[in-house]
């Protein structure tokens, strides 16, 4: 692929799946523990929770990034706490685009994986209960492998969404090359120069790619979630 790809666009590439990949690492534990809260638990707040986690889909995506720019900016509170606190800066840097890949993706990595806890049969947890098991050895051994293939499910959904983020990203951490400009950003700069079609094409190629595949690989791991639905109708 390096001889297909110039050194710019492999660079973007190869921060795309960075970004992408820290992204995931990071949103993942998080998208569990609030699916399966959103799925059994009955709570204060609820509504309000599914409306936050679900906003950034219908918000425009520009709205996301000021916002995170205002919150995680090197002036903004949570900015200042990170880069004091924990050396961790996102304003301008990598770090920042994965955040905002992150923020953006997390609706569609938690989706399918409450709707595979909401297909996991409870019976089998209080029977697991029953026999003395805690929750939480409950939760490991027989909730959680139920619900797997809407955790691989969302995975792939969300690194493919993390891959693609453009609009939060730029008006968050700019378009600077090699630190913020992933696939997508380097896909508009070919695009705003005079002789960037051939690259253009390049990237869109990749990006379809991409795409295509998790789509089906999502699809798929959703349509097993839906037999065992039907399994115990």
């Excluded at 959904?157 to 693609?164: H, I, N, V």
């Excluded at 295509?212 to 959703?222: I, K, N, R």
């Amino acid at each position: 692929m390096t001889d297909v790809l110039s050194n710019a666009e492999w660079s973007a590439l190869l921060l795309s799946l960075q970004v992408a990949g820290t992204a995931m690492a990071f949103g993942l534990p998080l998208a569990v523990f609030l699916a399966y809260a959103l799925s059994r638990w009955n709570f204060t707040g609820k509504l309000i929770l599914n409306v936050l986690i679900y906003l950034p889909l219908v918000l425009p995506p520009v709205v996301t990034g000021y916002v995170l720019l205002l919150g995680f900016g090197r002036n903004g509170p949570l900015g200042q706490f990170f880069s004091e606190w924990l050396g961790v800066g996102f304003a301008f840097q990598w770090t920042g685009a994965a955040l905002a890949a992150g923020v953006m993706a997390f609706p569609l990595l938690l989706r399918p994986i409450k709707l595979a806890f909401d297909a996991a049969d409870p019976l089998l947890e209080e029977a697991a209960r029953s026999l003395g098991t805690s929750r939480l050895k409950t939760f490991a051994i027989v909730t959680l492998p139920l619900a797997l293939p809407g955790i691989l499910g969302g995975t792939i959904l969300g690194f493919a969404k993390a891959m693609g983020e453009f609009g939060a990203t730029i008006t968050f951490v700019s378009n600077i090359p090699g630190e913020t400009r992933t696939l997508s950003l380097a896909l508009y700069t070919e695009l705003q120069s005079v002789d960037g079609d051939a690259a253009v094409l390049r990237l869109a190629a990749i990006s379809l790619l991409i795409s295509f595949v998790a789509l089906g690989l999502s699809e798929l791991l959703a349509r097993s979630i839906e037999t065992r639905v039907r399994g115990r109708a």
